[in-house]
């Protein structure tokens, strides 16, 4: 793999990655982590003050207007490389969402970040995913091109046991179904898609309570995502491989 791009690599899960990876014996030649406030975003700048083939770069995912420049910013990174691993990992869950509760703009900033904001920068970075594949004769694997869209379990209909999370779980179920049409649409391509649920895991968003250290987290998604193959594309997984229902 020569390339990745982690979206929302400022902490929790993204920045997990960042860390995970530039740990690892076969280093990408390029690390690329972003963030809505570059500034603020002092532990992503520690690491990459350090690797220097981290490259950080500002992204707020609900700006979809701004995804054709980014994609260049991008393009001067990887060049003829192009673009082997994109996680989309940025993500978003309000507060408090039982029915009774409920605000419109929960659900609207809520498909934005994790469902607009995931196909929308898929569809932006196609050209690099494409130059990836075809660089490595469309193999189906992480060093040829893969989309890991960063879900929950909480988005799957068939698990949904105690309701309620209407922004989230519904955005979540929606990416998942954007999951499975893009392995469809990109197999051509050889461009692998697959929704992946990283665990429950102490974060921001998965709280102090959650059973799951990032660390761990990070460690099985890596190790899944690099033994992908074919026979993942499409498909709805956690962090250690098992395979979810929809
Ligand atoms: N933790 C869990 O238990 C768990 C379980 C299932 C799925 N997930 C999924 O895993 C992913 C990472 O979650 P996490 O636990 O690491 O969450 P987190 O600690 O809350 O971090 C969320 C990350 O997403 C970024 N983000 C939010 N809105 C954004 C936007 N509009 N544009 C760009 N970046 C944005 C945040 O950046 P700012 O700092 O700028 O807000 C932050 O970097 C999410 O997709 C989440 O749904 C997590």
Redo the contacts with the bound molecule.
Sequence with gaps: MKSVLV?????????GLIKRIVTHTNQPKYIIG????IEKAKDLQQIAALHPHIKILN????NTETFENFAREVEDIVKEDGLNLLFN?????PKSTRISFLKTEQLTETF???VI?PVMLTKALLPLLKKAAENSQKIFSVNSAAVIN?????GSIALNKEGGLYP?RCS?AALNMASKSLSLDLKKDGILVTAL?????K????GPG?PLQIDESVTHIMNFVENLNETHNGGFYQYDGKKLDW
């Excluded at 992204?59 to 609900?62: G, H, K, P, T, W």
């Excluded at 990992?89 to 869950?93: C, H, I, L, R, V």
């Excluded at 649920?197 to 895991?201: F, I, K, L, R």
Aim: contains cysteine; hydrophobic residues 30%.
């Design positions: 979206t929302g690599a400022n902490r929790g899960l993204g920045l972003t963030c809505r406030d992204l707020d995912v609900r990992n940025a993500g978003y869950s934005q970040t994790n904001g960063m879900t929950s379990v909480l989230y979540k649920h990283p665990g429950w895991v974060t921001d968003m998965g959650a």
